[in-house]
């Protein structure tokens, strides 16, 4: 992944920016997988692509951006991993899609971190357009997903898929962060039986939430049940 | 709320020390409020109380411990007006349970942007002691809670109300997010059609997922639905 320092500062062509940007989203992306977005500053990625942060800012205004265009990648790349997964499986009902949706997020650690990142941090320090262009690309990884779902589920109107997709990232986001709370933090979570609730697995978790959040929409909102 | 800085000097009894870490929260509680909590310093806290940042640090041992304190103190007011509202209400099933998680948390913003930040970021700068602290603080907030939806809800068991208030939490914390993205990204989601999936409400979309939830936790997770 690191490449010449040289050959960074010759590229000129728009072919050779691709290069370079493909270059820092992927030293960005491998940061970002080990340690966790939190911890990767500017000047890190800088260094594991083997630019000066400098020369890093001409392609992208902030590390909130190079992070991002890793949650909208991720959004794409994810919307074709669950939707095949769902028109794979025929399974009926509730608890096989919701199953789809929790294996595909647990799978992706990286993605979920920025999940919850992105709405808190991220999009607070770029440009109106990158704003745009990441809203217009989870839209875009919306609508194969909301098709498959409503392919498994034909109960679900577009609303309720709407709400299961915020549900599930949102949940995935959130869930990931508190699995991942760091070495020390998660000793001390197994270490004292009074915080076994702080212990927490995202698959089956997020799969048995989404299942009851499924079965529900599914039954009709305005059905009211005891 | 600005106390005199050389009265804070002299203060030195527990009762001197308990009034200083008050006025403390209650400005950083202020500033949080006023501009969301992303964008609170250490130095503004410190400004605000009329203290130096240096002497603020004998109080508390960073900012995000001051966030997370003010977190669990978030978790012990809500559960109680939670508690209350689901003990008065007499509407039968999950729709009334769900539109009480809904309002008591929609009415407390500031609540809702530091169960977004907790497990992200204030989890994550403080001592084990602190984290401990705050994880049985939020334990014992969450039994009131516990008790009021299963007297209305008595088909629920233990582990769906764990699951019910992980998702409200968690989904009342992101959704705070993408509704208060800052006034120039909000005036971009108005003004772009295609950009209305990104303006959402917090309450009524928050009654409608877990009216789903609910009605499907009741409806128990074993028994299958198409």
């Not at 962060?177 to 933090?185: K, S, T, Y």
Request: with cysteine; glycine share 4%; hydrophobic share 50%.
């Amino acid at each position: 992944m690191v490449e010449d320092a040289s050959e960074f500062q010759r590229a000129r062509s728009p072919e050779a920016k691709r290069r370079r940007e493909t270059a820092i989203l992927a030293a960005a992306r491998s940061l970002g997988a080990e340690r966790g977005i939190r911890d990767v500053t500017l000047t890190d990625i800088a260094a594991a692509v083997g630019m000066h942060k400098s020369a890093l800012l001409r392609y992208f205004e902030t590390r909130e951006e190079i992070f991002l265009r890793l949650t909208a990648e991720g959004w794409a790349e994810w919307s074709d991993a669950l939707t095949a997964q769902l028109r794979e499986s025929t399974e009926p009902g509730p608890a096989a899609v919701a199953r789809a949706f929790a294996a595909t997020l647990a799978a992706r650690g990286m993605f979920c971190d920025l999940l919850a990142h992105a709405p808190l941090n991220l999009e607070r320090n770029v440009s109106l357009d990158a704003v745009r262009d990441f809203k217009l690309a989870t839209l875009a990884a919306r609508e194969p997903i909301s098709a498959a779902v409503r392919e498994r589920l034909p109960a679900l109107d577009e609303q309720d898929v709407v709400d299961l997709i915020a549900t599930a990232v949102s949940l995935a986001g959130a869930m990931w962060q508190i699995a991942n709370p760091g070495a020390e933090v998660a000793a001390l979570y197994r270490g004292d039986p009074r915080l076994a609730h702080a212990v927490i697995e995202v698959e089956p978790r997020l799969a048995r939430i989404l299942t009851a959040t499924l079965t529900g929409l599914a039954a009709g909102r305005s059905r009211p049940q005891a």
